[in-house]
């Protein structure tokens, strides 16, 4: 166990030491790291989790579903996989504010919302976000949730996989679905930032 | 254990570092990073929780302050050598060479079996699921307390709620046990649940926010029945 932070250097040198044994033992292929990364890059993302909200706007039995079993819903729209084996979609209302994390390492519902941004895996804000979610939504992301809202926090502990169904905005009535999901935000589904204005 | 990757409730790190956006990958060894959680488990280097231990164990400095798939370039490493796939005196003789030679070919080698892999783990998945016959103890509405033991390997028990009174909110059947998968240990699965802590309960009323609940699930070992029915609402 080395004590010694290493430059972007000898970070990447290393990768590629321990890639380059990997392949030759059979365990990796550059190919299959490409495959990988073309997939997060440009298939899996937060549209998808868009597209399950805004389904859950318009079609208040799908919603019902997405509520009661959020794996099994996702999968009606073929969406679902790694590290959303089992998935728990938590509501917004006018009363009630939810905020996801994982304060023990990085978990996140990869097939709605892709790899999760830096700040998500860092530790300022999985150290904070279960000890003073108000000052730092308000502070960090310009978020401010009233004391009349109760704020639940949602720490991903176990293999479950929380997001928040962020509430539907005013003035939207006459949307349809994809022009629901264009407002649907990644940050207004971990619960950190609004869904945008129509 | 009890390592400094339990951060929740930690003061002093700082503002969250939010940029206007970034890249999925924000640089080419974060790729080849990234692939050596799936591609690695594939060869049984390790689980979801032994790969987890793993980046646990680094030192908590580098930790803190390196790049995020560092975390991962380290469990990969840390379970090869363990497994003796991988070799120390190699590793640090590539690392040299590629220093040396960043822009250095890297072998070359086709795996269509691999190839397809990839794309049958992401949308399969790997649950975490496990059929066992034991009862559960707990049921939703229960009042319980949480453990104040405090194991030296692998568990998904955090610092904070550690001796806190919650209420089961929701009950998952039963999956993989970390404290026993995460250790070298077989799946024993047990119930998981999710319990709701109110956060005068885990802060104290004089530094809890007002109007304010954490939800964290845990495995049954780590509960008890409540036997006050003082604290937590």
Not at chain 2, 164 to 178: D, Q
Request: with cysteine.
């Amino acid at each position: 166990m080395s004590a010694k932070v290493r430059t972007p250097e000898e970070i990447a040198a290393r990768v590629k030491a321990l890639e380059s044994i990997m392949i030759e033992k059979g365990i990796m292929t550059t190919a299959a790291i490409d495959r990988l990364v073309e997939i997060y890059e440009n298939e899996v993302g937060p549209q998808l989790g868009a597209s399950v909200v805004a389904k859950a706007w318009s079609d208040p039995e799908f919603k019902k579903r997405l509520v009661a079993n959020a794996t099994d819903a996702c999968r009606e729209l073929g969406i679902g996989g790694l590290q959303g084996e089992d998935m728990v979609v938590v509501e917004n209302t006018d009363t009630v504010h939810n905020v996801i994390t994982c304060t023990l390492c990085s978990c996140y519902p990869w097939p709605v919302l892709g790899l999760p941004p830096n700040w998500y895996k860092g530790p300022e804000f999985r150290s904070r976000i279960v000890r003073e979610p108000r000052k730092v939504l308000r502070e960090d992301f310009g978020f401010d949730v009233p004391d009349s809202v109760e704020v639940r926090v949602w720490d991903s502990s176990s293999e479950m996989r929380y997001w928040v169904l962020p509430q539907r905005p005013a003035g939207t009535e006459g949307l349809d679905e994809k022009a629901l999901a264009a407002l649907v935000t990644r940050d207004s589904m971990i619960g950190v930032g609004p869904v945008a204005a129509p | 254990m009890n390592g400094v990757h339990d951060l929740g409730g930690t003061d002093g790190l700082g503002p969250v570092p939010v940029p206007e956006s970034e890249p999925v990958f924000r640089a080419e060894w974060e790729k080849a990073a990234f692939a050596m959680f799936s591609m690695p488990f594939r060869a049984g280097f390790f689980g979801v929780d032994m790969f987890r231990h793993g980046i646990e164990k680094m030192h908590p400095a580098v930790y803190l302050l390196s790049p995020y798939y560092e975390h991962w370039m380290h469990a990969a490493e840390h379970y090869g050598v363990a497994k003796g796939v991988l070799d120390e005196d190699e590793i640090e003789k590539r690392t040299q060479y590629f220093l040396e030679n960043p822009d250095a070919p890297l072998p070359e080698r086709e795996d269509p079996d691999l190839l397809a892999f990839v794309d049958w783990a992401v949308q399969n998945g790997v649950p975490a699921g496990r059929p066992s016959d034991k009862v559960a103890k707990f049921a939703v509405g229960d009042r319980v307390t949480v453990s104040n033991d405090v194991p030296y390997g692998h568990t998904r028990k955090a610092r904070y709620i550690s001796g806190r009174t919650g209420v089961i909110e929701l009950a998952h059947g039963t999956m993989i046990y970390p404290d026993s998968a995460g250790n070298g240990g077989d799946d024993a699965p047990e119930h998981v649940y999710t319990v709701k802590f109110t956060s005068t309960e885990l802060w104290g009323a004089e530094a809890a926010e007002p109007n304010g609940v954490v939800y964290f699930d845990v495995w049954e070992p780590y509960i008890t029945h409540a036997t006050s029915q003082e604290s937590a609402a």
